[in-house]
């Protein structure tokens, strides 16, 4: 079972074992992606510092999200 992270790397080398996965593939499951998407995040941040652009957070209605989205949470 993956009772909690703990079982990472058995997963993965049940994975491996698998020829339908690459070991890109599990790259990418163990966070290449998100490593990935990290670092453009920082780009953004870097620029946007040296441009004097100001962070902006707005909260999304809850009514709008209802039908679009999967979230169990929608503020309740």
Request: proline share 5%; charged share 30%; net charge negative.
């Amino acid at each position: 079972g993956l009772e909690d992270v703990s079982k990472y790397p058995q997963l993965l080398a049940a994975l491996l074992e698998d020829p339908s996965w690459t070991e890109e593939d599990l790259k990418k499951l163990a966070g290449l992606n998100l490593l990935r998407v990290f670092r453009a995040v920082e780009e953004v941040r870097e620029k946007w510092q040296l441009a004097a652009v100001m962070p902006v957070e707005e909260l999304i209605p809850a009514s709008y999200l209802e039908g679009h989205t999967d979230c169990m949470y929608l503020g309740s």
